[in-house]
């Protein structure tokens, strides 16, 4: 979500609200009390339905070509996740988010692969749509690119480094290829040792393949996130949370510390030139 700010210095605290709200807990106005009745000519109104409770196994689950869907977690107990200091299961009650790293699928290397051997292709009509084809996938495939230079004729060389220049460019830095997972205690970067993640929806039982898979946010403990906002920072450029709200969803954002100008105290509550 991204947010702009002219304050400068301040440390936001954003929260994404779920399942803080009981569903036996009532809504109640206290400028209109439940036992008023309604004017005359106007219709009462419909009671407030109460804000639903998430369990631990409640996820929403978002796929790499945006498609969204909510469910609950399947018939798994536990994720398995492997790293560089040994293999870790993590059981689906600590598990807060999920989220696949950003590498090519096993499909997608394929056609990678097949890509940049039309590189060096006796038709110029297919160099340039297989240049154009690895142009596509951006920086997820910059470590296949980068292996085949070690093998590569002039003619593939020189098309294979004006992609990865292009990917570079556009995509800032190499995506992160590691799979992050969120615990209650822990963020943890490894490789998720699972295909499919199975997830139970009102339309039965569904087996996402992981390659598909893009994140998944467990709905009962919301995403907290805290921000400092520096001053040339908040003024020229948008500032994003990393946190993923869609529509209906409450945002919660609370701010701390305060900016100096010459003397001049600025700060959430107030600024004390003004003597507030």
Same mark, same amino acid.
């Given at each position: ?43 009462? /109104? ?19 070509? !945006?498609?969204? =869907? ?15 200091? !040994? ?21 997608? *290397?394929?056609?990678? $692969?097949?890509?940049?051997?039309? =590189? ?18 951006? $920086? ?8 085949? /230079?070690?093998? $590569? ?10 992609? =990865? ?6 995509? #800032? @830095?190499?995506?992160?290829? +590691? ?8 963020? &943890?970067?490894?490789? /998720? ?23 998944? @946010? ?16 908040? &003024? ?8 993923? +709200? ?6 919660? &954002?609370?701010?701390? !510390?305060?900016?100096?100008?010459? #003397?001049? &105290? *600025? ?7 003004? #003597?507030?």
């Amino acid at each position: 979500m991204p947010l702009r700010s002219i304050a400068s210095l301040l440390v936001l605290h954003v929260c994404l609200a779920a399942g803080i709200a009981r569903a036996e807990d009532p809504v109640v106005r206290e400028d209109s009390p439940a036992e008023d009745a309604p004017a005359p000519g106007h219709k009462a /109104l419909a009671p407030v339905a109460p804000a639903k409770t998430y369990g631990p196994r409640d996820v929403e689950v978002r796929l790499r070509d !945006g498609s969204r =869907l909510r469910g609950e977690i399947g018939p798994l107990d536990a994720f398995t996740v492997k790293t560089d200091y !040994g293999e870790l299961k993590i059981p689906v009650s600590e598990m807060r988010r999920l989220a696949r790293g950003n590498r090519p699928s096993s499909v997608e *290397m394929k056609d990678v $692969a097949r890509a940049i051997k039309e =590189l060096d292709s006796d038709e110029y009509d297919i160099r340039q749509n297989a240049q154009k084809k690895l142009e596509g996938f951006g $920086a997820r495939a910059v470590d296949a690119l980068t292996d085949a /230079l070690a093998t $590569a004729s002039a003619e593939r060389r020189t098309r294979l480094q004006a992609v =990865l220049k292009r990917a570079l460019e556009r995509g #800032g @830095r190499k995506p992160v290829a +590691a799979d992050a997972v969120r615990t209650a205690k822990m963020e &943890i970067r490894g490789c /998720l040792q699972l295909a499919k993640i199975p997830v139970k929806t009102r339309f039965g039982l569904l087996d996402i393949d992981f390659e598909d898979l893009d994140c998944i @946010r467990w709905l009962a403990y919301g995403e907290r996130q805290e921000i400092q906002l520096e001053a040339w920072k908040s &003024i020229s450029e948008w500032i994003d949370t990393g946190i993923d +709200a869609v529509e209906g969803e409450e945002l919660a &954002i609370s701010a701390s !510390g305060q900016i100096n100008c010459s #003397g001049n &105290i *600025m700060a959430p509550a107030g600024s004390n030139a003004w #003597g507030n």
